[in-house]
T-cell receptor, first 110, second 114 residues
Framework: EDQVTQSPEALRLQEGESSSLNCSYT??????LFWYRQDPGKGPEFLFTLYSAGEEKEKERLKATLTKKESFLHITAPKPEDSATYLCAVRPGGYQKVTFGTGTKLQVIP | ETGVTQSPTHLIKTRGQQVTLRCSSQ?????VSWYQQALGQGPQFIFQ???????GRGNFPPRFSGLQFPNYSSELNVNALELDDSALYLCASSLIGQGVVEQYFGPGTRLTVT
């Protein structure tokens, strides 16, 4: 069965203090690994899709990387508006079910 | 481009009742997936609909059922509601084919069962 484990569960950063969120996964034939941002009481907002080990994608202060067992979401010089829960999810090849982790709740303090 | 919309926003039901949630997919998308998200948890896959048929299902009982219409909108029906069904229900649309794999979520429907 596909599994996604995210760490840490919660992270508190000072504004400008860079850090990384971790997503460890096991999946049968990775079709795509996804990162989403979710604000309280709202639907997840799509950030990135990574397809194969070694791939990297960037968007503003966020950079996602992928290895065969893990993905990292690096946050450079975060701002208070980056505060949210960040979700990682995987989709196996040949099947539509997407498995999510429980997320990392990020709080950026001014 | 029109995003994913869901209705209603909030809903309160009594245990044993039935509920219908609605979703309109993003324009150009042909697939709708439904997820249940309990407080503090990640979304759990309920099922997916493609070409008006169920195209994959997670570990949810048969009292969770769905429909997809020719315009790609969708409904989630839950019968015999239980207290544990209280959650945020999310709809996500995507496009099968053309190498696209990501899903785009709607704002969700918050269901409370008392």
């Amino acid at each position: 069965e596909d599994q996604v484990t995210q760490s840490p569960e919660a992270l508190r950063l000072q504004e400008g203090e860079s850090s990384s969120l971790n997503c460890s996964y096991t999946v049968s034939g990775l079709r795509g690994l996804f990162w989403y941002r979710q604000d309280p009481g709202k639907g997840p907002e799509f950030l990135f899709t990574l397809y194969s080990a070694g791939e990297e994608k960037e968007k503003e202060r966020l950079k996602a990387t992928l290895t065969k067992k893990e993905s990292f979401l690096h946050i450079t010089a975060p701002k208070p508006e980056d505060s949210a829960t960040y979700l990682c999810a995987v989709r196996p090849g040949g099947y539509q079910k997407v498995t999510f982790g429980t997320g990392t709740k990020l709080q950026v303090i001014p | 481009e029109t995003g994913v919309t869901q209705s209603p926003t909030h809903l309160i039901k009594t245990r044993g009742q039935q509920v219908t949630l609605r979703c309109s997919s993003q324009s150009g998308h042909n697939t709708v997936s439904w997820y249940q998200q309990a407080l503090g948890q990640g979304p759990q896959f309920i099922f997916q609909y493609y070409r008006e048929e169920e195209n994959g299902r997670g570990n949810f009982p048969p009292r969770f059922s769905g429909l997809q219409f020719p315009n790609y909108s969708s409904e989630l029906n839950v019968n015999a509601l239980e207290l544990d069904d209280s959650a945020l229900y999310l709809c996500a649309s995507s496009l099968i084919g053309q190498g696209v794999v990501e899903q785009y979520f709607g704002p969700g429907t918050r269901l409370t069962v008392t």
